[in-house]
């Protein structure tokens, strides 16, 4: 592997980037900043499904919503760029983001019970997004309306349905739908199927990558699930503490995980395909983000920690496809192994 610390996801066939985030820095409070996104960078192409996990607190919602722009105080973006198709996300203001948001990119929220307003039916909320952003006849609205309806899997019927009149699964389409009302180039999915059972799960998962497929829109994807993600993301982005330790396309990830945090985390979960294995899970919590450990963040946990790890912050190495934020992988990790 090649070391490159300074700017991270600079591999090959990422230069068609839809979306580059660059050494984002986002905070909560000011005194005692819980620093949730330290210093992450990740390009997402133009058609792409990447798949963001990591244990719960570990800034991964924090990272979607900062690219977004979603963010209300205490958080605040400290530092860092997010061009997205030309837009400098972190710069614009209200107005500015106004039309691109739902239009170039949507984001579909963990739970649609609390994103969708329980007092209007789905059309009237399809009807209040389009009018939102352009001047469309009322047939017209009325015919897209339906055809997103269907393209999710929902019968149009419900387009006079209340949300507390659907089931779980269909209020998560009718999310989709909404999101998908513009064909935008990017959606934005924070665990959007974690309150459905997993027989609806791989229902609204399947046509999401069926219509990704077919409108070529990318996808960023924070979820809990292994296996959601082993099947439908193209790469996986492994974070911890806030920051991002591993990238690399999901197989590889999943074949040959580097960093250990990230073989901890799949070794903590049952393989669908591969061969029964004992689950290993990974022993202690994550740090306190207001102070986290001296050196890597992963090092009080590290089963293969080393002297350096206990002092200096690894930085990123970058080889091919894929990237690991860790010593094993340095320029003199060989001696530093022999050394241990
Ligand atoms: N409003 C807030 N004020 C202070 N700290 C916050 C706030 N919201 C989140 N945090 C902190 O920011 C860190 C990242 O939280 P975030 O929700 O982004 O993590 P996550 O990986 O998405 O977790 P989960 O998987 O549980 O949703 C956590 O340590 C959390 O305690």
């Not at 991002?244 to 395909?273: D, I, K, N, Q, W």
């Not at 990974?282 to 992963?298: K, T, Y």
Request: charged content about 25%; glycine content about 8%; proline content about 8%.
């Amino acid at each position: 592997m090649q070391p490159l610390s300074s700017r991270p996801d600079t591999t090959p066939d990422s230069r068609q980037a839809l979306l580059d985030v660059d050494d984002l820095v986002v905070d909560y409070g000011v005194h005692e900043p819980v620093r949730a996104v330290d210093h992450v960078s990740l390009r997402v192409r133009r058609g792409e499904f990447v798949g963001i996990v990591g244990e719960s607190g570990c800034g991964k919602s924090t990272l979607l919503y900062a690219v977004a722009r979603l963010l209300s105080p205490p958080a605040r973006i400290v530092s860092g760029q997010v061009d997205f198709a030309g837009h400098q996300m972190v710069q614009l203001t209200e107005d500015e983001l106004r039309p691109i948001r739902w239009r170039d990119y949507s984001v579909v929220m963990q739970s649609a019970m609390n994103a969708l307003n329980p007092v209007l039916s789905i059309g009237a909320q399809l009807r209040d997004a389009m009018a939102a952003h352009e001047r469309v006849p009322a047939a017209q609205m009325r015919q897209r309306s339906e055809e997103v309806l269907r393209l999710v899997g929902i019968d149009p019927i419900h387009l006079t349905s209340y949300p507390h009149q659907l089931s779980g699964g269909m209020r998560q389409r009718a999310m989709i739908a909404m999101a998908l009302v513009f064909r935008p180039d990017l959606i934005i999915m924070d665990e959007p199927t974690s309150a459905l059972d997993v027989v609806a799960q791989r229902s609204l998962m399947r046509r999401v990558k069926a219509l990704q497929e077919e409108f070529g829109f990318a996808v960023l994807f924070v979820t809990h699930d292994m296996s959601l993600v082993s099947h439908y993301s193209d790469r996986l982005a492994i974070m911890y503490a806030g920051q991002m330790v591993e990238l690399g396309p999901t197989r590889e990830v999943f074949a040959h995980a580097r960093h250990p945090y990230s073989t901890g985390l799949l070794g903590a979960f049952p393989s669908l395909r591969g061969e029964r294995r004992e689950l290993t899970g990974i022993p202690g919590a994550p740090p306190d983000l207001r102070h986290p450990p001296r050196g890597c963040r992963f090092q009080p946990r590290c089963p293969k920690v080393m002297d350096v790890c206990r002092e200096d912050p690894p930085p990123y190495q970058v080889g091919g496809t894929d990237l690991v934020r860790c010593h094993l992988y340095g320029p003199d990790a060989s001696e530093r192994q022999e050394s241990r």
